[in-house]
């Protein structure tokens, strides 16, 4: 293994929780049995409109409007704002093992996302300011697991793709990065996390 220069983490299910319950996946029109997170996520991505919002293709007004029209949701913009972002929660541990590793390395970001979501995380977790260029689907028009987005993460950090290592709560994502060139960990929460980290020496 190559060392280890910088850190990029996910953001959904890996630095901010992401959780659903029937009220708001009646809202996102998926539908799955039960709660399972990975046929939700894979729900959501296979569909089209997704997608091109996740990849900028088309704007939020668009996207606001298309969505609407589709599920026949009467709602106002701010209505639909709220609703939109109210999957995402804190996860304090994380966010302590972020600071923790930012003070040992450079840390970059590399997530599948929409700007209303992204702009909602930046705003209520503020230590994501703290990421100087994050990588973001909806500005690089790709989605994991595509090459393209793991050298742009590390292209973002400043090192080359073998000295980054990335973390990801999606084993097809994982896989992507080490393709890319990448050391990869499969996020099991945080304090698996830190056990890896200390076997690899990000942490002491």
Not at 99 to 110: E, M, N, S
Not at 146 to 158: D, M, P, S, T
């Amino acid at each position: 293994m190559s060392e280890i220069r910088a850190i990029i983490f996910d953001l959904g299910r890996v630095l901010v929780d992401v959780t659903f319950n029937p009220e708001n996946l009646s809202f996102f029109g998926i539908k799955v049995s039960g709660n399972d997170m990975e046929q939700i996520l894979a729900s959501a991505f296979e569909d089209p409109l997704f997608r091109d919002y996740n990849t900028g293709r088309i704007s939020t007004t668009e996207f606001f409007r298309a969505y609407c029209k589709n599920l026949r949701i009467h709602a106002d913009f701010e209505t639909f704002k709220q609703k939109w972002c109210s999957v995402f929660a804190s996860i304090p541990e994380m966010e302590d093992l972020f600071w923790q590793v930012k003070k040992r390395f450079p840390v970059g970001l590399l997530s599948d996302t929409d700007p209303l979501h992204w702009h909602y995380c930046l705003q209520h977790f503020p230590f994501l300011q703290s990421v100087e260029n994050p990588t973001l689907s909806f500005e690089i028009g790709a989605l994991k697991p595509e090459k393209i987005c793991y050298l742009k993460a590390a292209e973002n950090v400043g090192f080359a793709p073998h000295e980054c290592l990335f973390i990801d709560d999606r084993p097809e994502n994982v896989q992507g990065a080490k393709n890319a060139g990448m050391s990869a960990i499969l996020f099991k929460g945080s304090e698996n996390l830190k056990k890896k980290f200390r076997q690899l020496g990000v942490l002491p």
